[in-house]
Nanobody, 127 residues
Framework: QVQLVESGGGLVQAGGSLRLSCAVS????????MSWFRQAPGKERELVAGITWSGGKTYYADSVKDRFTISRGNAENTVYLRMNSLKPEDTAVYFC????????????????????WGQGTQVTVSS
């Protein structure tokens, strides 16, 4: 059974940093796009960042570009999201997700393209 477990969320002041981790068990993640989504209260879940299976391509939402960095440690079966210069508008529950298809060369932005999700980790940025 494939499981994704996020960790690393918390409360931080504006301008601070956090690193989220997503540990995958049940199979190796090295042939799948892995992405981070977030969902704020009353809003739809949105794609924040994604990385292709080879690590050769990444995607970032405009709102986080140049502040967030996604990376993958295939040997550790873990995906990371480094978040710098955090803003109050980054406050949300952050979810990692695994693509439903293997070897995709682009990062899909539709939630329906992902079939495994973590339980989420809360990130709260105070002003």
């Amino acid at each position: 059974q494939v499981q994704l477990v996020e960790s690393g969320g918390g409360l931080v002041q504006a301008g601070g940093s956090l690193r989220l981790s997503c540990a995958v068990s049940g199979r190796t993640l090295d042939t799948y796009v892995m992405s981070w989504f977030r969902q704020a209260p009353g809003k739809e879940r949105e794609l924040v960042a994604g990385i292709t299976w080879s690590g050769g391509k990444t995607y970032y939402a405009d709102s986080v570009k140049d502040r967030f960095t996604i990376s993958r440690g295939n040997a550790e079966n873990t995906v990371y999201l480094r978040m710098n210069s955090l803003k109050p508008e980054d406050t949300a529950v952050y979810f990692c997700a695994e693509d439903r298809s293997q070897f995709r060369s682009v990062v899909p932005d539709d939630v329906s393209e992902y079939n495994y999700w973590g339980q989420g980790t809360q990130v709260t940025v105070s002003s």
